[in-house]
Structure formats: structure tokens, C-alpha cells
């Protein structure tokens, strides 16, 4: 579990910033050979550039009657002429298409492997979802782990789409264009060469001053989706309750806070690109007085103050970018970091280095002294004493927030126990592979997931390629088979968003049946029968009395004949184990199971009564 405070309190500097980027450019060294071609395609793209302004000198000169220094047109035409100056043309059109290819092969392989990049981190993010145990999920909102998957993974790929080609682009543009202005002539070179420090220096510390702001952007974008997700979801709660003008001020505040945030870096960035350009602009103006002198003392040609300001020009660009690309590193590292903080999470429920498979178990359950806390501070479960025997049924009950779920969800270690032990077959489950040890215990849990696909798929997600005589049967067992065939396409429906087209009973059912396809040996009814009527009831409690045969079995339930059905009742109270035995023999004692039989059972047992008897006649 990766823990969160605000921006501000963030390591922020040039040397985070450099590992994050770091970490970033790892992603791109799979895929060195598309660099190479890239890098290749580069330089034959900034090769014409660079020879373009000097085609251009050739041309202003030659119009002066001055021949060139392209040997083949002075073979062929004479200076000062149209035709000279045509060819001239010509050659600098050349270059320019050539350019184009160039760009556009350049082009092609920057998007081919920052794309792939956004593809690898996006899996390496999934896979990384995969591996977290439940505490993970439990204090991270849904929307917000879609966005650090989508909208920050494209954040960090700009990075290797422009962030890292264009840095080396600018070094050799730099370098290059001081080259042919000292070539052209040393003072306008130096005159250069004056600002580019300073530029250098802005571009760094806008970079570094933009990092924390946009990460808490990205944030605050975060938690727009998580209202807008929790909105969706909800939109009949929302509407029903006529919460939708209060929501529309929750969303406006998180809306404001990002337009804040957003007004702040964009000033820092144009105060930054306004400060660059200007530099820019004086060091051309005083190229322009120079250069003009050198012309009026016939030691420069307008032709080659031409090719100056061109160079001028293009640097011009190049400083634009700088201002741009700190921007985009700032983006980039923020998303960099949010992404590094999941990839970096150590799930809480993983393989012990020497575990070991958990092969066929007999089913025997034992808690020894168990507690439990969700956040190390307010305990769940106290000192929880509680052995099931191989195909027992036991079961749960207790008021809201007594523990009965925490207890369950320790047996397929959706949680470790926090002292204690929890064992099967007298094996620490803690000692043995998590996968196997899973694979032993079937689980329904009270809120149903279904996903959108057909019903055949979601009853064999458990079982990849079970058979149809397999589904048919768990589904009969179900009592959910006689429904299934009056709908158009059978077992090919589409259930749709989370089985919207299924009643609860439904869903509860399906789930059953999915979980039974498995055929595991310890068996958990989180509360699994609460959404299905009383009389649905007693006809899934037949089919359920011949498949939990050979099976340990935990049922929480507020359902009367779900407690008359267990081997031993278990009552919770706050997290401990307050009252153990039978229905008859707890009922006889005074106690909280008598006290909840009084008040919610004595009358499911009258309807579950009615309900024989409106099936026998």
C-alpha cells in the first residue's frame, strides 16, 4: 500500500525529477531499435534543415550577380540571371521534400514507440492491480485507479513522444546553429551564444516549478472522476433524493480547483516563454546591427545575414520549445509519480518465499485466537476461537458491524489475520500459495458483480472452458435454468452493466451457481440468500441441501432456514464470539440469538411455513 499526502509535501528538486524520468526512459529501452531508426531518421530530417538557410544565402546573393557555392549551378547558368536563380530555387525545394520525408519517417517511429510505451506501462499497471490484495481497493476509489491507468499513462507518454527527442533536437539545433554562424562570422556567433545559459537556466527552473502544480492538476482531475463516476452509478440515489443541484456544487468545486490550478501554471509557463522569446528577440536585434554594419563595410554579404537571421529564426523555435517541453517534463514526472507509486505498491497478501501448493483438503477450519484490525488502531475481531469440521455448516450471525464478514474473508486470505493463526487441515493457510488456496474455497459475496457479457460467460468465469452440461447443471441446482431458457437467446443473453437486465434474486443465484461450477471445498454465503424471496428461498435451501454435501460451509444469513439448516450458529457481537450451538439449543438460553429470534426471525419462520404449503398443494 502506497500512502498519499498533499504536492507540497513531496520530494520535488531536479534530481526526483530526474528519476522519475529515469524510470520513464526504462520503458523505452525494449524497443532500442525503433530508436535507432528514429535517431537516423532524426538527424537526416535536422541535416536538411540545416542546410536549407544556406541554399536560401546562395539564393539572395546570386541576384546580386555573386555566384554560389553549389559548383553545378555555376556550370549550367550564369549569376544574376532568372535561371540561375531558378535552379537555386530548385535545390532549396529539394531539400525541403527530402526534409519532409525525413519528418515524417521521424515522426512515425516517435509515435510508434511512445505508443508502445503507453502500452507496456498500461499493462504493467493492470498486472499491478491484479496482484493487490483487498486493504488496496478498500482505500482507493475506483475512478481514481482508472485515471492514474488512462489519463496519466498518456501524461508520461508525451515524455517519450516529445519530451525526450525534442531535448536532443534543441542540443543539436544549439550546436549546429552556433557552428554556422561562427562560420559565417564569429561575432554573430558569440552575440548567440550570450543568451542561451539564461535560457537554459529558465527552461530548468519553470520545469521544476511546474512539477508540483500539475501533479496536484492531475489530482484534483482524480477526484473530478470520482465524482462523476460515483454520480453515474448512482444517478437514481442522486435523483431520487433530488441531490442533483448539490452534486452539480460538489462537482463545480472540484472543477474550480483544477481551472485554479490550471490559470496558475499556465502564467508560469507564459511569463516563462515571454521572458525566453524576448531574449530571443534582443540578441536578433543585435545581430541585425552588427550584421547591417558588416554589409555597409562590405565584409559580410546580404546573403549570409540572411542565413543568420534564418538561423536566428529556427532558434527562435527551438526556445519556444524549450518553454513547452518544461511544461510537458512537468506533466510527465507528476503522472511519472502517481504511476511509480502503483507499480511500487507491495500488495499486503502475497506468497511466503518457501510456500507450497495446497493440494485436496478435507475442509477442516480452525481460528486460533484470532484479531483482527483493518487500520491497526480499532479492532474488528477479538480473540477468535472457532473450529468447523469437514462438511459442517456454520453459521454467522450478528447486527451490522459485528464481524461476520471480516471473519469470513480471513479464510481465503482476502485479509491477514493481525495475530493469530487461521488454519485448514491444521496448515497455516499464511504457509501455502494464496492461488491454490483459493482454488479450495468457493465464495459468494453479498454485493454480486456480474460483468457485461453473455450469462454463459459470467456463470464459467471461475472455469474457463466449462462444458455446457456443466453449466446446465449448477444452474438447475440454482433453480435459475427454467428462467434462463424462456429468454430469446438462452445462455448467450448479454446480462448487460453489472446484470442490470437481472432481478437480485437473479444475480444472487447466478453467483451461486458460479461458485458451485467450481466445485470447491470450503464453501462462504456471505449473506448470499438475503435479496432472494422467501419462497425463491426454499427452493434454491433444496437444491443447496445435496450440493453442500461433502462441503464446509459458512452461511451469514438473517434467513431463518439458513440457521435451522447449520450444524452450529455462530452469534457476533462487535467482533467477538458471544453465543455458539444449534438453533434449539440457543433459543432455549437467554442470549442475543434469542433476542434476534424475538425480534426479526419468529416471523420468517411463519412465511417460510406458508410457503411449504403453498408448494405442496
Not at 508525451?158 to 531535448?167: C, D, K, V, Y
Request: hydrophobic fraction near 45%; include cysteine; aromatic fraction near 10%.
Amino acid at each position: 500500500m502506497f500512502s498519499r499526502g498533499s504536492a507540497a509535501d513531496r520530494p520535488r528538486g531536479f534530481v526526483y525529477n530526474s528519476r522519475i524520468i529515469i524510470r520513464l526512459i526504462a520503458f523505452v529501452l525494449p524497443h532500442i531499435k525503433l530508436v535507432s531508426f528514429n535517431a537516423i531518421s532524426l538527424v537526416a530530417m535536422l541535416s536538411f534543415m540545416f542546410i536549407m538557410p544556406w541554399f536560401m544565402a546562395q539564393a539572395v546573393d546570386s541576384i546580386n550577380g555573386n555566384e554560389t557555392n553549389i559548383p553545378v549551378i555555376n556550370a549550367w547558368a550564369t549569376p544574376g540571371t532568372i535561371y540561375y536563380l531558378f535552379l537555386t530555387a530548385l535545390c532549396l525545394l529539394a531539400a525541403g521534400i527530402l526534409r519532409g520525408v525525413a519528418a515524417f519517417a521521424q515522426t512515425f517511429l516517435n509515435q510508434s514507440i511512445s505508443q508502445r510505451v503507453a502500452y507496456d506501462v498500461r499493462n504493467h499497471i493492470y498486472e499491478a492491480y491484479q496482484k493487490q490484495s483487498f486493504a488496496f481497493y478498500d482505500k482507493m476509489p475506483t475512478a481514481e485507479l482508472m485515471s492514474r491507468a488512462t489519463a496519466d499513462v498518456e501524461a508520461a507518454r508525451m515524455l517519450t513522444s516529445i519530451g525526450l527527442p525534442r531535448p536532443f533536437q534543441t542540443a543539436i539545433f544549439f550546436t549546429a546553429i552556433l557552428v554556422f554562424l561562427w562560420l559565417t562570422s564569429p561575432p554573430l556567433a558569440l552575440i548567440a551564444f550570450v543568451g542561451i545559459p539564461f535560457i537554459g537556466y529558465r527552461a530548468i527552473k519553470t520545469s521544476v516549478s511546474l512539477r508540483p502544480i500539475w501533479l496536484t492538476i492531475q489530482e484534483g482531475q482524480a477526484a473530478m472522476t470520482v465524482v462523476l463516476q460515483e454520480n453515474l452509478a448512482g444517478a437514481k440515489i442522486v435523483h431520487s433524493f433530488g441531490r442533483q443541484e448539490a452534486e452539480n456544487v460538489k462537482f463545480q468545486h472540484r472543477s474550480t480547483y483544477v481551472y485554479d490550478r490550471s490559470i496558475l501554471g499556465t502564467s508560469i509557463r507564459s511569463t516563462n516563454n515571454a521572458v525566453m522569446t524576448g531574449t530571443v528577440w534582443f540578441l536578433m536585434g543585435a545581430i541585425l546591427v552588427y550584421g547591417g554594419r558588416e554589409i555597409i563595410n562590405d565584409n559580410m554579404t546580404p546573403g549570409q545575414l540572411t542565413q543568420a537571421f534564418i538561423y536566428l529564426v529556427m532558434l527562435t523555435e527551438q526556445v519556444r520549445m524549450l518553454g513547452f517541453l518544461g511544461d510537458l517534463v512537468s506533466r510527465s514526472v507528476a503522472a511519472g509519480e502517481r504511476i511509480f507509486e502503483v507499480l511500487d505498491a507491495e500488495p499486503t497478501i502475497s506468497d511466503q518465499v518457501d510456500a507450497k501448493p495446497m493440494g485436496a483438503i478435507k475442509g477442516r477450519v480452525r481460528f486460533e485466537n484470532v484479531n483482527f484490525s483493518y487500520d491497526s488502531v480499532t479492532s474488528t475481531l477479538t480473540s477468535i476461537n472457532l473450529e468447523a469440521d469437514p462438511n459442517q455448516v456454520v453459521a454467522l450471525l450478528g447486527s451490522t458491524g459485528s464481524g461476520k464478514t471480516t471473519l469470513v474473508s480471513l479464510i481465503p486470505r482476502f485479509y491477514d489475520v493481525s495475530s493469530g493463526r487461521l488454519l485448514i487441515d491444521e496448515v497455516d493457510i499464511r504457509s501455502v500459495e494464496v492461488d491454490s488456496l483459493r482454488q479450495n474455497i468457493g465464495t459468494v459475496q453479498q454485493d454480486v458483480f456480474l460483468f457485461s457479457a453473455t450469462i454463459r460467460e459470467n456463470v464459467a468465469y471461475g472455469k474457463y472452458g466449462a462444458s455446457d452440461e456443466e453449466i446446465e447443471r449448477v444452474m438447475r441446482a440454482a433453480r435459475l435454468h427454467d428462467f434462463i431458457m424462456t429468454l430469446p437467446n438462452g445462455y448467450d443473453t448479454e446480462v448487460g452493466e453489472r446484470g442490470i437486465t437481472l432481478s437480485g434474486g437473479q444475480k444472487q443465484r447466478l453467483a451461486i451457481a458460479r461458485t458451485l461450477l467450481l466445485d470447491p471445498r470450503i464453501l462462504v454465503l456471505d449473506d448470499s440468500l438475503s435479496n432472494v424471496d422467501t419462497e425463491t428461498e426454499y427452493l434454491i435451501q433444496q437444491a443447496l441441501t445435496d450440493l453442500m454435501k461433502d462441503r464446509t460451509t459458512f452461511i451469514i444469513a438473517h434467513r431463518l432456514a439458513n440457521l435451522k439448516r447449520a450444524d452450529k450458529i455462530v452469534v457476533l457481537d462487535e467482533g467477538v464470539i458471544v453465543q455458539e450451538g444449534t438453533h434449539d439449543v440457543l433459543l432455549e438460553k437467554e442470549g442475543l440469538y434469542r433476542q434476534i429470534y424475538e425480534l426479526q426471525l419468529r416471523q420468517q419462520e411463519e412465511a417460510l411455513e406458508s410457503s411449504k404449503n403453498i408448494l405442496q398443494i
